[in-house]
């Protein structure tokens, strides 16, 4: 069981930056890949980025690539989501999920945090 909660969100002008964090609970959290994954309002949720369990291996939605980084340190438990350059399209629920395969496909991911809130304003 891994529970998460995401923190870092907030307003923000065009251009700005924000660093989102992921604080999990569990002695397995090393043993998941990690993933960010946004909902804007009206719109499905869509992949962000995921991280391989060593952080040797990222990969990124084309929209946020060269703008977005995702690391994470294991001895705290705690996945990171540096967002540069944002842009009023970013603007949307931010959530942080657990699964035990690496990859971009939501339905793979088991745990999920309550979500934190990026306004990117123009």
């Known amino acids: 069981q891994v529970q998460l909660v995401e923190s870092g969100g907030g307003l923000v002008q065009a251009g700005g930056s924000l660093r989102l964090s992921c604080a999990a609970s569990?002695?397995?959290?090393?043993?998941?890949?990690m993933g960010w994954f946004r909902q804007a309002p009206g719109k499905e949720r869509e992949f962000v980025a995921a991280?391989?369990?060593?952080?040797?291996?990222?990969t990124y939605a084309v929209s946020v690539k060269d703008r977005f980084t995702i690391s994470r340190d294991n001895a705290k438990n705690t996945v990171y989501l540096q967002m540069n350059s944002l842009k009023p399209e970013d603007t949307a629920v931010y959530y942080c999920?657990?699964?035990?395969?690496?990859?971009?496909?939501?339905?793979?991911?088991?745990?999920w945090g309550q979500g934190t809130q990026v306004t990117v304003s123009s």
């Open positions: 999920a657990a699964a035990r395969t690496y990859g971009n496909v939501l339905s793979e991911y088991d745990y």
């Open positions: 991280i391989k369990w060593s952080g040797r291996s990222t």
């Open positions: 569990g002695r397995t959290f090393s043993s998941y890949a």
